[in-house]
């Protein structure tokens, strides 16, 4: 049995079996992997990907009920009986992927507490040294790695590889495992208006961001800001914490991560924990009054200049 497994729910389509296939191609190398095929049918070419691109042996795992369904939390019950289904998954098998992406890294979350494993989330690389798995992620937005030592399997992870290489013949051994347990039903989602006028954070290329020293006023001029400049609002847990700007718009390692093409932060002294939530390729424009702030280390601008005169002319000389 090959101790790297890669878990590939086929209703998540193409893209996640390709590169949930070049995850595994190049973690397992020359010793190959084992491919568990989620779905509701057995998919003979999603078998035949599986092992050009080096599976040693492939599950066919089905289950009636799935269908289309593509929600962690449904997928969840399903891929969990069919790992319990196969021989020596705890000792033999130290290493479970899954397709790289919010979906993947949530179902190996909820995989690692279902089967007392490992959850290691989004991974840089993997690679075995002996008996011992050795995981890099990112940490505090990818200003730092985290090196981890793993020595007891099974360890959920993601990585994201590229494509996988497909060789020209195809063998390997292929079992069908037929699934019967009863699945949860999808999430029913009830939506309401959240009052927020302004674009979310994720997927915005502008963030027009204020911090501690920024008051109420200057909340209204950043947000007057941002409207202008096609931009969205956020803030510092400060910021937060004072009730400037609500929750769901804090950045920063307890909010929310971004990667706008500009982040300009007024106000904001440049902790290394509201940085963690700002992508290390956004271009920094920070406005303070104060020439010493960590921010302007990071900055690709830097404006000294208080917000209570800098932000009235420059919306002024927007209009």
């Known amino acids: 049995m090959s101790r790297v497994l890669t878990v590939i729910p086929q209703a998540w389509g193409a893209q996640a079996l390709e590169a949930a296939l070049g995850a595994a191609q190049q973690v397992s190398g ?9 779905g509701s049918q057995p998919s003979a070419q999603d078998a035949e990907w599986a092992m050009r691109a080096g599976a040693r042996q492939v599950y066919q795992s089905v289950h009636g009920a799935l269908g289309e369904c593509d929600e962690p939390q449904v997928q969840v019950a399903a891929v969990g009986e069919a790992l319990r289904a196969i021989p020596r998954l705890g000792g033999d098998v130290p290493l479970v992927l899954l397709p790289p992406g919010p979906q993947g890294e949530e179902l190996a979350a909820l995989l690692a507490d279902g089967l007392d494993g490992q959850a290691l989330g989004r991974c840089l690389a993997l690679r075995f040294d002996g008996d011992t798995l050795l995981a890099e992620r990112a940490a505090w937005g990818g200003r730092m790695r985290l090196c981890l030592a793993i020595t007891r399997g099974p360890a959920f992870a993601c990585l994201r590889a590229g494509r996988a290489l497909l060789n020209a013949q195809a063998d390997a051994d292929v079992f069908t495992i037929e699934l019967h347990g009863v699945l949860p039903g999808a999430l029913t989602l009830d939506k309401r208006e959240s009052g927020q006028h302004l674009p979310p954070l994720e997927g915005a290329r502008l963030v027009v961001s204020g911090g501690r020293g920024v008051n109420e006023q200057g909340f209204a001029l950043l947000e007057e800001l941002a409207l202008s400049l096609g931009g969205t609002l956020g803030g510092s847990l400060p910021a937060v914490d004072a009730g400037m700007v609500p ?11 971004v990667s706008p093409q500009i982040y300009l932060a007024v106000g904001i002294s440049g902790t290394l924990q509201h940085l963690a939530g700002v992508s290390l390729d956004s271009c920094i424009v920070a406005i303070n009054k104060d020439p010493e702030a960590d921010i302007f280390k990071v900055a690709s601008l830097g404006i000294v200049a208080p917000w209570e005169t800098l932000l009235p002319a420059l919306l002024e000389k927007l209009r």
Request: charged share 15%.
């Open 247 to 257: 929750v769901l718009r804090q950045v920063g390692v307890s909010g929310k991560f």
């Open 30 to 38: 020359a010793e190959g992997f084992a491919a568990v095929l989620i």
